[in-house]
């Protein structure tokens, strides 16, 4: 059974920084992008960054230079850490693994709240 679950969320003022986790289970960890999405009230999901299995990074314009995606293989965990962050930062954000077949799995998110 694949499990993503979500770690590290919470209410941060802007300007502060959060570093959320997500551990796998139940997938060849290893050979999966992994990618954290994010989804605001009233808004569509949307990407935020993805790391290839190997180790490849893809950062949303929106938080390039502020949000770094890394993974440990050998922890089975993709990490977002987030720094400068902003009230437009504020959303449920998900794990996402996809595997060779294209895939998906998510977790169950985790709320980044960011007040002003």
């Known amino acids: 059974q694949v499990q993503l679950v979500e770690s590290g969320g919470g209410l941060v003022q802007a300007g502060g920084s959060l570093r959320l986790s997500c551990a796998a289970s139940g997938i060849i960890f290893r050979l999966n992008t992994m990618a954290w999405y994010r989804q605001a009230p009233g808004k569509q999901r949307e990407l935020v960054a993805s790391i290839t299995s190997g180790g490849r990074t893809n950062h949303a314009d929106s938080v390039k230079g502020r949000f770094t995606i890394s993974r440990d293989n050998a922890k089975t965990t993709v990490y977002l850490q987030m720094n400068s962050l902003l009230p437009e930062d504020t959303a449920v954000y998900y794990c996402?693994?996809?595997?060779?077949?294209?895939?998906?799995?998510w977790g169950k998110g985790t709320l980044v709240t960011v007040s002003s």
């Open positions: 996402n693994s996809r595997d060779w077949n294209a895939r998906d799995y």
